[in-house]
């Protein structure tokens, strides 16, 4: 296929389609379709689904190559990849790929990055991811409903050397706010519920379905890649009977180790890779649980053991994943900055109205934010002409201490870059951890700490999507 250098291409350049599909027969789900060995036409469109199974309802949506989620884009760490991105919807978009480690230019942020892709046009994102890991894609034009309808896809860079498993699986999942009729819930930016836990939906679906069951079989090892797309949805997994290690955070490979409680907390943008060996027996099933908010807890799926034994013992091999070419900060020299998160109703029992909200952290707000970070909104999705809240010189090592003073959970998001996780309200994090998405329960203290070698404007902003439009995101910019 010819080469498109320029970034906005016509509809017309974008069909001559060929090459081979950059799959493997281990992950079945949504084949990106690939333009050539090194490239992925990536269309974005109002289609239909059947979110509750097969014979329900069928549901409007937005979606990447008409599938919720999108397809699956599989990358190679360290190969070079050109994405065409074809806008069909009737509004502007971008596409963010959220963790991966690239050239600001590619980050998909209207007006600070590029410009908004036009219904009709096209772009060409063009990277080379240094990092193997699960990923995802989403845009970042008028985001909380094009996330909302169900734009969102999952990225997967392979390792050279994958962990030894029998099946490497990807549960995406995503929530939806749907009417009795089986539509999506219009009232996108309810103010109300942007002070608050943001638009918590009402069904979860898995890989774009609501899921009764998944099969596996007795014995096998599988490695679960857990995606969580949902605009504001925090999820706490767990798998009774089983015993999951994580094995990475956000794409990074962690030191292998059971989450506390057994408990899988997955705030929205974040993942988690698991592995974990099965060891019921043919035809017993168990739930999955997610039990994060209180006295709501419901079953995600169900683990079924359809499909006979693999194995009497479990694998022995190691759950280490190789490393990826993170610069380490070095903490001794690093600059120390701290960024506080305000603004919101002041606590559940401001529940009833909206006075509650805002005493402090009001200086700045204006232009519909309730959310304010070291006392400044910016809102929207993203654009240029804010001052950053930051500025680095390239190559510094930077500490930052992330404080909540909000009654809310935040997982906050930094674009461009992984952070290593330090410490948790003065505790030590005893497990090597980096990530891109930080997620904050109410007063947390969190130290974070990073290199800031990639150079542009980066955003950083909470991805409860109402939070961010309404004031919790400002820039971060590395010169
Ligand atoms: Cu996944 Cu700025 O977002
Ligand atoms: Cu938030």
């Known amino acids: 296929m010819k080469r498109v250098s320029n970034r906005v291409v016509s509809r017309r350049g974008l069909l001559q389609a060929g090459g081979g599909l ?34 329900q309802t069928e549901t409007d949506v937005w ?21 065409l991105v074809e806008n069909r919807l009737d509004q502007e978009t971008t596409v963010h790929w959220h963790g991966i480690r690239l050239s600001n230019t590619m980050d998909g942020v209207p007006g600070l990055t590029q410009s908004p892709i036009k219904p009709g046009e096209s772009f060409v994102y063009e990277f080379t991811p240094p990092d193997a890991g699960t990923f995802w894609y989403h845009p970042h034009a008028n985001s909380l409903e094009q996330l909302g309808r169900g734009l969102a896809g999952a990225v997967i860079v392979e390792e050279r050397e994958p962990v030894a498993v029998d099946r490497d699986l ?37 890989n774009g379905r609501v899921s009764e069951a998944e099969p596996f079989r007795a014995g096998e090892r599988v490695r679960l890649r857990l995606v969580n797309a949902s605009l504001a949805r ?18 990074q490979p962690c030191d292998p180790h059971e989450p506390a409680a057994g408990r899988i907390l997955l705030g929205p943008a974040m993942r988690v890779d698991l592995v974990f060996d099965l060891q019921g027996e043919p035809g017993e099933r168990y739930d999955v649980i997610d039990d994060f908010y209180n006295g709501l807890s419901y079953r995600v799926t169900q683990l079924a053991y359809d499909q006979g034994t693999v194995r009497r013992h479990a694998l022995d091999a190691s759950l280490e994943l190789p490393r990826n070419p993170l610069p380490e900060p070095d903490l001794a020299s690093a600059a120390r900055h701290t960024l506080t998160l305000q603004g919101g109703m002041m606590s559940m029992a401001g529940m009833s109205g909206m006075n509650g909200m805002m005493r402090g952290g009001m200086m700045g707000m204006g232009h519909g934010a309730v959310w304010a970070m070291n006392g400044l909104s910016m809102t929207g999705d993203g654009h240029a002409g804010m001052e950053p809240a930051l500025t680095f010189e390239r190559g510094r090592s930077v500490v930052l201490v992330l404080r909540n003073e909000t009654a809310w959970w ?12 330090l410490s948790r309200n003065g505790k030590r994090v005893p497990h090597r951890q980096w990530q891109d998405t930080v997620l904050m329960a109410p007063k947390d203290v969190i130290e974070v700490a990073f290199v800031a070698d990639n150079p542009g404007d980066w955003m950083l902003h909470c991805h409860v999507i109402d939070h961010q439009m309404a004031g919790m995101m400002t820039v971060l910019s590395v010169t």
């Open 170 to 206: 990807l549960w995406l999942f995503s929530d939806w706010r749907l009417t009795d009729e089986g539509r999506i819930a219009s009232g996108f930016g309810n103010r109300m519920e942007a002070a608050m836990s943001g638009r918590v939906g009402n069904t979860v679906t898995l």
């Open 234 to 251: 925090i999820m706490a997994l767990r798998f009774p009977g089983h015993r999951p290690v994580v094995i990475a955070i956000d794409g």
């Open 410 to 421: 935040h997982p906050m998001h930094f674009h461009g870059h992984s952070l290593r996780v």
């Open 22 to 55: 950059l799959l493997s027969a281990a992950l079945p789900p949504f084949p990106a379709r690939a333009i050539s060995s090194d490239g992925y036409r990536i269309v974005a469109a109002p289609t239909r689904a059947r979110l509750a199974g097969a014979d």
């Open 63 to 83: 979606a990447y190559n008409g599938t919720v989620p999108g397809s699956l884009v599989r990358l190679r760490q360290g190969k070079p990849v050109r994405l």
